[in-house]
Structures are given as C-alpha cells and as structure tokens.
C-alpha cells in the first residue's frame, strides 16, 4: 500500500498525489463511498477537433447490405 501525507491549508486539506497517481487535468470529480473518499479524472465532453476525419473504414465487412425497396407511404 501506497501512504501519502495530508496537508491543512487553511481551512481545507491537500494531499500531495506521489508519481503513479497524479491527473492529467486541472480538476477531478470528488465523491464519498462509505470511508471512502474517490477522486476521478474528468474527462472532454466534446470530440477532439478532427476525431471523425480520421476515421477510416475501408473493410467491405461494413460496408450496408442493399435494404431493399423502400414501400409507398401509407395514405392518411
């Protein structure tokens, strides 16, 4: 088991995260379970910039299978 040391900065505490353990962001999402408590990276809502143009599937394994003839629209 990893410890680590919990700091008091005024009327909040900080714990010094040691290298394996530290975020990539600037905040996480903090919540109890029970004891204990969890902190988790918060991760982009939105698409990189360019995610769909890069993908690519050239497999004619997905490629549509023909769906058929489409039937007249029902009279109302």
Known sequence: MVT?????????QIVRLPAGFQFAGR???????GDA???????????????FDRIRIDDPAFERPHQGTTPAAPRL
């Open 4 to 12: 680590t040391e919990v700091l008091q900065n005024g009327d909040s």
């Open 37 to 51: 408590v969890i902190l988790e990276p918060i991760h982009s809502a939105t698409w990189p910039t360019d995610f």
């Open 27 to 33: 905040e996480v999402a903090i919540r109890r379970q």
